[in-house]
């Protein structure tokens, strides 16, 4: 419905194609978020983690097979999680030991438990996913094809982990090393 309103009203292709970047943006950022936040492990998410699960999901929405057959079903098995992993957070042995323990009456007891609005992340879990690939889809974005983007976010990502910790913990020594030898304190003796 959006998508027909854009094209209804807006003349310009290349405000078109910026109007529907920023709401496919938007609406990738959310569902990584979302994601991230239902599947237990990250319960406040930080934007490096936002991002890695984007990149992601480009890349995987780089194909229509890579889509349909990897991406959704795993965007909806992580969306059927999200309602239990925003409540009790990662999944667990027991978790799965008491899905197989538990009658209909007891399950049904426990999804009553939880509230509302974790229903809501897990549809809007797949919706956006849904909605994300179909605004690239019809207004042709392939953010994949931005490499510069693509370096870029990745740098971003992997910096403060594994393969960077040299190089950031060097960076913050001679910072402070620095700071030391300016302050005035050291020479109050």
């Known amino acids: 419905m959006l998508a027909k309103l854009i094209d209804k009203h807006i003349k310009n292709q290349q405000v078109k194609q910026l109007v529907a970047m920023v709401i496919a943006v938007t609406c990738l950022y959310f569902v990584s978020k979302f994601m991230l936040m239902g599947s237990g492990f990250y319960p406040h998410p930080q934007l490096k983690d936002i991002l890695l699960v984007a990149v992601l999901i480009i890349i995987f929405n ?3 097979k890579l889509f349909y057959f990897l991406l959704l079903p795993f965007v909806i098995i ?3 999680y999200a309602p239990v992993g925003l409540v009790f957070g990662p ?4 978790y799965i030991a008491s899905v197989f323990a538990t009658d209909l009456l007891e399950s049904k007891e426990f999804l009553s438990q939880l509230p509302l609005k974790n ?3 897990s549809v809007a879990i797949v919706a956006l996913i849904l909605l994300f690939r179909a605004y690239t889809q019809k207004f042709h974005l392939h953010f994949y094809k931005n490499k510069v983007f693509l370096i870029v976010t990745t740098v ?3 910096f403060d982990n594994s393969p960077f910790k040299f190089c950031t913990g060097n960076l913050h ?4 090393s ?3 030898a300016g302050s005035p304190e050291q020479f109050d003796n």
């Open 78 to 80: 992580h969306a059927l």
């Open 62 to 64: 780089s194909s229509k």
């Open 91 to 94: 999944p667990s042995y027991q």
């Open 156 to 158: 971003f990502v992997l």
């Open 119 to 121: 229903y809501l992340v």
């Open 178 to 180: 620095q700071k030391r």
């Open 173 to 176: 020594r001679r910072y402070e």
